[in-house]
């Protein structure tokens, strides 16, 4: 059989509705076989969490909100289900939902929670909505197996991350697709068992980590990723409205975006599809007719730059000094002060002179990273061969990503060209040898503007023009007409981009943030007017130029 992965995350299985969707999609592909990962209800795992907390510390409003959470997937099961399938399924649940009660007493009694509990109780969210799903099919006539995935997942930790016994897991498998055999079985994300059995988890976003092992387990021909958005876009579209949707991405472009802060797919989680090259589908559960974001090993060359993806609430560490000039060994002892004190270092920038050494790390470490650091170099600043070693805060870290660039001239000159326009400082730089990244540290009050900018450096035209219009009477309106009617073959046969972003009367305006559609006045519910407000609007700084027409 050839089988096609699916997993679904939280937000994919909110409520009642969202099962429903979930089921519906997954009974209409005309699919071979399917292997069906979950999480659990969104909030659940965070939820489940909170009560271990709450119970060890003998706060006794953990026995209401575990009510509320019992009555919450209860509540789920009766919207979907009708006799006698509710029955079943409410039988199989309730009797967990009394286990997780008599634990979190126990956590009441003993005052603490020991990491093997927590670890249970935060990986029961996904058993109960793959059940949940799993009885849900089976309603609706569709073949479905459960499988709880700590009898199948065999791992073992390590320093980086947790490593999959691929050996041991496949014979499990094995083993239950001979006792079970199925076209669909529905599986839990996110739990897993150590090699001696331990009930353990993959760690946050493990799901995604779990669909792509049982991609790889079942040597599926395709991993879908379905999420609630439509794919991997060009940037956050919360910063920069004109984000864009990346239709193909390579292993690698994936890794370096997801790195730097794109939310959609953990990097760990691309593992074992990249080692089996199997393709990997980032898909809209709420959108299934669009194709979303698909993730091989090709990849393709255009456009040189894929995506600008940041990391924020960093900091940047600098040591510098003219005794460091020459001198072996500097930046080995750097990083084994930082990771002798667990500091994570996001990015590393040197001057070619070796004066300085930079590091950008997370915020939160910032105050350790700098003291263990004057510790590291205390003889030498005693000495002054290091001058100073000093912390600056509300740093973020913005990338840009793509194969293409390497070899591609002018890339870096045009990222910097779109930073000077907007008026943004660079606080350090860095780019690895295979020109697959480039990485600006800037301060955290130009972040935005400099995404903006950076973005439309690379997906926008030069001929972007932003306009503002400033009195739509009669010849006013026809202007405004004709920018209408003109925009598209403008933009099409000159590469002319016009904008209308703002229009304003004797006293109101409406601003738009890319273009205002349909609109020859300011509407009723339109701003009182404020002409150094759109004139701030027009002459946006990620936009290449502006224009007021009166």
Not at 203 to 221: H, K, P, Q, V
Not at 236 to 259: K, W
Request: include cysteine; glycine fraction near 6%.
């Amino acid at each position: 059989m050839a089988w096609t992965t699916h997993k679904f995350g939280g937000s994919s299985l909110a409520d009642a509705d969202c099962f429903a969707t979930v089921a519906r999609l997954l009974t209409e592909r005309d699919d071979d076989a399917q292997v069906i990962v979950v999480s659990a209800m969104t909030g659940v795992t965070n939820e489940l969490m909170a009560l271990a907390e709450l119970a060890s510390r003998a706060d006794p409003v953990w026995q209401d909100r575990l009510d509320h959470l019992t009555a919450r997937h209860l509540t789920v099961v009766d919207a979907l289900l009708e006799a006698p399938f509710a029955d079943q399924l409410k039988a199989a649940l309730e009797p967990r939902f009394e286990n997780l009660h008599q634990l979190l007493a126990s956590l009441e009694l003993m005052g603490s929670t020991p990491v093997e509990v927590l670890e249970l109780i935060s990986g029961l969210g996904e058993t109960w909505s793959a059940r949940m799903l799993t009885a849900l099919l089976r309603s609706r006539g569709a073949e479905a197996v459960f499988i709880d995935a700590r009898d199948v997942l065999r791992v073992r930790p390590t320093e980086l991350m947790v490593a999959v016994d691929w050996p041991a897991s496949a014979a499990l498998l094995a083993e239950l697709r001979e006792r079970q055999p199925a076209r669909r079985y529905v599986i839990t994300g996110f739990v897993c068992r150590r090699q001696d059995g331990r009930i353990s988890t993959l760690g946050r976003n493990g799901s995604d980590y779990s669909a792509t092992i049982f991609g790889r387990l079942f040597e599926s021909d395709e991993i879908h990723i379905w999420t609630n958005v439509d794919g991997v876009l060009s940037t956050d579209p919360r910063a920069v409205p004109q984000a864009v949707l990346l239709d193909h991405l390579s292993y690698r472009e994936a890794f370096e975006l997801a790195y730097f802060g794109a939310r959609v797919i953990h990097p760990q989680a691309l593992s074992p599809a990249l080692e089996a090259n199997i393709s990997v589908r980032i898909r809209n559960t709420f959108n299934p007719d669009c194709p979303g974001t698909r993730i091989d090993a090709q990849g393709h060359p255009t456009p040189p730059v894929k995506g600008i993806s940041g990391m924020t609430d960093m900091a940047l560490i600098t040591i510098e000094g003219a005794g460091m000039i020459g001198v072996p060994g500097t930046a080995e002892r750097v990083f084994s002060a930082l990771h002798r004190a667990g500091v994570s270092v996001a990015m590393i920038s040197q001057s070619s002179s070796e004066h300085s050494i930079c590091v950008v790390v997370p915020a939160r470490s910032a105050a350790t990273a700098t003291e263990v650091l004057q510790d590291a170099f205390e003889r030498e600043i005693r000495h002054r061969l290091v001058q100073r070693v000093f912390s600056v805060p509300d740093i973020r870290i913005l990338a840009i990503v793509g194969e293409g660039m390497a070899g591609t001239p002018g890339v870096a000159a045009r990222l910097f060209a779109a930073l000077a326009r907007a008026g943004v400082n660079v606080r350090a730089i860095a780019q690895g040898a295979s020109e697959r990244n480039i990485s600006v540290a800037v301060d955290e009050a130009d972040a935005d503007r400099a995404l903006k900018a950076i973005h439309a450096g690379f997906y926008l035209s030069e001929q972007t023009l932003s306009i503002g219009l400033i009195g739509p009477g009669q010849v006013g309106r026809a202007l405004i007409g004709q920018i209408n009617a003109n925009r598209d073959r403008l933009k099409h046969d000159a590469n002319l981009d016009l904008r209308l972003r703002a229009i304003a009367s004797s006293r109101r305006m409406q601003l738009d943030e890319d273009h205002i559609e349909g609109s020859t006045s300011p509407g009723p519910d339109s701003d009182p007017l404020d002409l150094e407000a759109l004139v701030t609007h027009v002459d946006d700084d990620h936009l290449p130029h502006g224009v007021i027409i009166d």
